[in-house]
């Protein structure tokens, strides 16, 4: 039926994370098949992504790959990621102009914890710097030529003493780049291994963040060369018959777009795994036919939402691990909060999180001596039920989860708290400060941002996203809650769903006019080609390449740049003033407007997943269109909301399409457990999606005005966070 | 520039009397003296006050801390509009409000009036009507007015703005949970926030400080702890009497100061609102320097007392090193551009650690206009922005280490500095050392570099540049 989708051969879709490796494969017949490995193993194999490639191949462990049977392996992972967060990236030199080696470490001098008593700053990623001899002004005029032969004699020095990784960040060569180039040259000639210079890894205004974007590159490209090599190496090694023959490998990029092996550098790689997330939630809540999506992905230690109104969102500006980085990335914001966050009680007002119990000693109940976490106040209120949860805890790796031990520590919990509240309703308190948390983040990207959320339907995947997710839709307003057949591995799923993606971008920081336009209309053309170029030497077809350019926009005197679409000063003008009034609430029709960048995207679309492919019953699934009501294990009951519930516990595998329960229920998945909490009906679609729908109205609140160690949590934060919605407002105004 | 670059605002949540309930600070400074801009406006116009009004001040023997930080204030009625419920208000520090010198952080003025405009409880927007007229000619008028009162509307059409949506998302919990509901609550995390100092109350002990400044002036502080009722008096008799200078701090400043830093003492995220004062009790004497009546010049007080007070503070509880007790405001202008900048030096040591090279710290935390912004903004151009290695003060700890800054300019530009710590060294805690003093000076065309001390203005010509090293917090303990 599906037939010869991808050329007969097999398709990989990979998220190598910290913990886990999801694993999405196309069989040469056009089913998907799903495995998760941990990323780490060595007793039983040198890397998970090919270790699953093997295991799908039914090749032993170690074999060379048959990659003739490979027709591509798309991957995000976190190599660079970690050795960012780990400060383990290669020893890098820092070339930067003269009188500025300390800017990058004061950066902007603020303090990220303001009432911090020991004040902690980030560790700087280079070893070395070296202070060019130079200036150029902001206009361009030079000052100072480059002193070559002393630059010569410093960055020969700097290599010889064993450092291959230079970055060159030189005053104002955003735009004028001619003493970066020549810089850059020196240091090829030198030999150093990787050389990132400013102006191409990110060539906008800010030498702070473009500084940082700059070093991380030059930190991270080398760590991430070798970890894709490796990859890339052993899928298109010698056994490939032909080069035509060998398959393609590309990595996802922050920005949503995959890039070939050979052009995926550090300033890409960071948020890898959360950008196939957000491809992954995007694409199947299109194909699903809603238009308006927040992604929810809930896992053991945080949580990532993002938006989607028909585009991807994507920032320049972003702040990891200390590090400012000034490259596009999908808009994610992620929060502290997850099924391991930890709970604790004061003696007064309750919290969960931002610790967490992590995956070791993980959960209380995971039977290693861990701390109170979310997880375990779902297996308090019977939530996650032991019996439909896979035993592989204890020392053997053969325990159901441990359920005395959680509900001892609530009693004892409800004890100390000692206002006669049941453990229970301990647990469900809990529950509802880590929903309030992360409600609280979603309107970060929504409300905040003045997107109305209650339009929205709540894609919802993630380890632990399913046990949340109709409690997180009623906390903001949202009556659809989508849950992809393949929402346990959905970042994976993801990778194979995102579109080829090269990008150029170029400040410029002039007043909107007809000089201007001239200089957008030419840098279009020649960004444009630039991108282009790169995908064709990724091997995308010339005719599947779609360019789009972007004009950031922002009325003079703010800092808030929006992105148009490239075309007449009119037309930008009113698609300007359309998402400002959006966004903020109001125009200022009588300020000046400026252009702050050009951005340039060239994307290619891969045809062989234009087919919806059918989701194989490997993953406990059965295709058709069965409409009988689904098949009844058991009953369970939970708590949840300051009530007990009876509720049918159902097999994922059991649900076929058509098939529709009514909440309070259990559906118990492969790789998740989804609470339908009362109020709440799922529906399964046509192409297996459990689809849930709020079918009795909410009823409001009834809350005393005694003070509760629950909700004074839930109200304190509730009211900072309208302080900083207010001071985001203040920020974006234009004056 | 100020608001958006520097993030030199914060927004906060009141309930029915004013009393804060929550707060996005972003510097400290604002948090704990904000209620005062609210508790004057109730006071003032109390009855009067109608759905859709909005009003402003900075007067800061009313309610404000020094002119360029403008505070707008909105009630916030019930369903039936006739009973305020909450208020919500948001402080911007204007970039020019008028007075002696552009950018208004003049180191001259020996009164109030010579710092700019003062506003003190305006009437801003009339049931949803901006009262553009009314306010243009308030800060074009007085002896010294606001030299581009464009720029300063729309930043008050920015807190404006900040305040409805603040405005609009408390009534969004009202709808949701009830307005009894709400108001309780608003009481109950302040009761939380009291016990959490209380807490605190009950561990420290007893301390005393007295710190002295290049003016010859000292700040002096008494803590004094009963543990059995979980309180605390600080009590700042001993302080030098008002100047004739504007190192004068309104009592606000002092009382954001020690809300600060018991907040740090805490060491624990708890909410930051009214309640945390409750068990403190701040004595300040009348007509001191840290309680200055009409007409003191006061624009230092804000920015630098109020580091020499955190300083006192911390030094009284045994707690924290020494900061650079300054935070080295730097403004400069012409008729067509102000820019004002605060420069960092390193963090305090304490017990147990080293203190941080270069990064704002205690009362503010500013952010420096990225470089490029600068010089493609302002004709200037950063010839050195670089950390002073090995400057921070000795001990067993060491404090963090200062920063140099030159700053070259390309047109002719005035230029004025108002910092402290100049002559006299940040003091070295429990036996550690102290730190090293900060200077300013100017490189003048011939090549000359001419010393101008800790507060000073002067005209530099095209090819000259101010160079400025901050001071250095002292070392914890023996070293």
Request: glycine share 10%.
């Amino acid at each position: 039926m599906a037939g010869q989708i991808g050329g007969g051969k097999w398709h990989f879709f990979i998220d190598r994370g910290g913990t886990f490796t999801d694993v999405v494969a196309r069989s040469p017949d056009g089913n998907l098949k799903a495995l998760k490995l941990l990323s780490e193993n060595p007793e039983a194999y040198e890397d998970a992504a090919l270790e699953a490639i093997r295991r799908f191949l039914d090749v032993a462990s170690g074999a060379p790959l048959p990659t003739q049977r490979i027709g591509a392996v798309k991957m995000g992972t976190t190599v660079a990621t970690n050795a960012l967060l780990e400060r383990k990236g290669d020893a890098t030199a820092l070339v930067i102009t003269r009188g500025l080696a300390d800017q990058l470490e004061i950066g902007t001098q603020a303090r990220p914890d303001i009432f911090a008593r020991q004040i902690v700053k980030p560790e700087m990623l280079y070893c070395r710097v070296v202070e060019a001899d130079e200036r150029v002004r902001a206009d361009g005029a030079v000052e100072r030529p480059l002193d070559i032969a002393a630059l010569r004699h410093s960055l020969a020095q700097a290599n010889a003493d064993g450092i291959d990784s230079v970055a060159i960040v030189l005053m104002h060569a955003y735009a004028h780049p001619a003493h970066e180039q020549q810089a850059a040259a020196l240091a090829r000639e030198i030999g150093f291994g990787q050389v990132s210079v400013s102006h191409e890894i990110a060539p906008l205004i800010k030498i702070v963040p473009r500084g940082d974007t700059t070093v991380a590159d030059a930190y991270l490209s080398p760590v991430l060369r070798r970890y894709v090599d490796r990859v890339a190496g052993a899928l298109t090694g010698e056994n490939a018959d032909a080069l035509n023959d060998a398959p393609r490998v590309l990595f996802m990029a922050s920005s949503g777009g995959l890039k070939a092996a050979e052009t995926f550098r550090g300033r890409d790689a960071i948020l890898s795994g959360p950008a196939g997330g957000v491809v992954g939630m995007a694409e199947t809540g299109r194909r699903a036919s809603f238009e308006k999506l927040i992604g929810f992905d809930m896992g053991g230690t945080s949580t990532d939402v993002a938006h989607f109104a028909g585009d991807y969102e994507r920032t320049f500006e972003t702040q990891i691990a200390g590090v400012r980085l000034s490259v596009p990335m999908l808009r994610v914001h992620t929060v502290a909060a997850g099924g391991g966050s930890i709970i604790t009680f004061d003696g007064m007002r309750f919290r969960v999180g931002p610790e967490s119990a992590g995956a070791n000693p993980g959960p209380k109940c995971y039977r290693r001596g861990g701390p109170l976490t979310v997880t375990d106040a779902n297996v308090m209120l019977g939530k996650l039920n032991p019996q439909f949860f896979p035993a592989i805890f204890g020392p053997d790796s053969d325990q159901p989860l441990e359920t005395d031990a959680v509900r001892t520590a609530f009693s004892e919990l409800a004890h100390e708290v000692g206002d006669g509240r049941s453990a229970e309703e301990i647990a469900d308190g809990a529950i509802r400060i880590a929903v309030e948390n992360m409600a609280n983040a979603i309107k970060k990207i929504s409300v905040e941002r003045g997107y109305d959320v209650t339009e929205y339907a709540l894609n919802c995947f993630g380890s632990a996203g399913g046990q949340h997710a109709c409690l997180i839709a009623d906390t903001l307003g949202i009556d659809t809650v989508l849950i992809h057949p393949l929402s346990g591995l959905l970042s994976a799923y993801g990778m194979g769903l995102a579109p080829q993606r090269a990008s150029r971008e170029q400040s410029i920081e002039a007043p909107l006019n007809s000089e201007t336009m001239h200089r957008l209309e030419t840098l279009a053309y020649e960004l444009g080609s630039a991108a282009t170029e790169e995908l064709l030497d990724e091997g995308v077809e010339h005719d599947a390449i779609v360019i789009e350019s972007f004009v950031h926009l922002r009325y003079q005197g703010t800092d808030t740049a929006l992105a148009v679409p490239l075309s007449e000063p009119g037309f930008m003008l009113r698609d300007f003033e359309a998402i400002h009034r959006q966004r903020f609430g109001f125009v200022s029709p009588e300020k000046p407007i400026f252009v702050a960048a050009i951005e340039v995207a060239a994307t290619g679309t891969d045809e062989t997943m234009a087919v919806a492919p059918s989701v194989s019953g490997d993953i406990g699934l059965k295709p058709g269109t069965d409409r009988r009501a689904p098949q009844l294990r058991e009953t369970t009951r939970f708590y949840s909301r300051a009530q007990w519930h009876d509720a049918p516990v159902y097999m994922r595998g059991d649900l076929a399409p058509g098939h529709t329960i009514d909440g309070p229920a259990l559906v118990i998945e492969p790789n998740q457990t989804v609470v339908v909490e009362a109020g709440w009906s799922p529906w399964v679609s046509g192409d297996n999606d459990i689809v849930l729908t709020r079918i009795e109205p909410r009823r409001r609140e009834m809350l005393s005005d005694k003070a509760d160690p629950i909700l004074l949590e839930v109200f304190n934060n509730l009211f900072m966070a309208i302080a900083e919605q207010m001071g985001v407002s203040a920020t974006v105004t234009p004056r | 520039m100020n608001i958006k670059e520097r993030l030199d605002f914060s927004c906060a949540v009141f309930d029915a009397n004013g009393a804060l309930v929550a707060n996005a600070p972003h510097l400290p400074v604002h948090l704990g003296s904000m209620d005062r801009s609210v508790e004057t406006i109730i006071r003032a116009r109390s009855g009067e006050m109608r759905p859709g009004d909005a009003y402003m001040l900075n007067a800061p023997y009313n309610g404000g801390t020094h002119l360029p930080d403008i505070t707008v204030i909105t009630p916030v009625f019930d369903e039936t509009g006739t009973r305020v419920v909450f208020y919500v208000a948001s402080r911007g520090h204007h970039e020019d409000i008028g007075g002696l010198t552009p950018g208004s952080m003049t180191p001259r003025a020996t009164t109030i009036e010579e710092e700019g405009v003062l506003i003190d409880n305006f009437h801003l927007v009339d049931r949803g009507r901006f009262l553009e007229n009314e306010t243009r000619a308030l800060l074009s008028g007085g002896k010294y007015p606001a030299r581009r009162p464009d720029k300063n509307i729309a930043d008050l059409k920015a807190q404006i703005a900040a305040n409805a949506k603040g405005e609009a998302e408390l009534r969004r919990m009202v709808k949701h949970f009830g307005l009894d509901v709400v108001s309780a609550y608003m009481r109950h995390v302040q009761d939380n926030a009291e016990e959490a100092v209380r807490r605190l109350l009950a561990k420290l002990d007893d301390g005393h400080y007295r710190v002295e400044t290049d003016q010859g002036t000292a700040v002096e502080v008494r803590i004094t702890v009963d543990r059995e009722n979980r309180s605390a008096k600080v009590d700042f008799n001993g302080t030098s009497a008002q100047q004739p200078n504007n190192f004068n701090a309104p009592e606000p400043v002092t009382r954001a100061a020690v809300l600060y830093t018991f907040r740090v003492m805490v060491d624990e995220p708890i909410p930051m609102n009214a309640g945390c004062l409750k068990p403190i009790e701040i004595t300040i004497p009348e007509g001191s320097m840290l309680r200055p009546t009409y007409p003191a010049a006061v624009v230092a007080g804000n920015v630098e007392t109020s580091q020499i007070v955190t300083n006192a503070l911390f030094g009284a509880l045994n707690a924290l090193g020494s900061s650079q007790g300054t935070m080295n405001n730097l403004t400069f202008g012409n008729d067509r551009v102000q820019y004002y900048e605060t420069l960092c030096s390193g963090a305090p040591a304490g017990p147990g650690f080293d203190g941080a090279a270069a990064v704002h710290v205690h009362m503010t935390n500013t952010r420096l206009t990225d470089p490029e912004i600068l010089e493609l903004r302002y004709p200037v151009l950063l010839e050195e922005f670089s950390i002073r290695r090995g400057s921070g003060g000795k001990g067993q700890w060491h404090s963090g280490d200062g920063t140099r800054r030159v700053i070259r300019f390309l047109e002719r530009m005035h230029c004025a500095i108002l910092s402290g710590y100049r002559t006299v060294h940040p003091f070295g805690l429990n036996g550690g050392g102290p730190g090293e003093t900060g200077s300013n000076a100017v490189r003048r065309g011939d090549g000359s570099v001419e010393d101008i001390g800790g507060c000073a203005e002067t005209l530099l010509e095209p090819g000259e540049a101010i160079i400025i090293s901050t001071p250095t917090g002292g070392g914890f303990g023996t070293p």
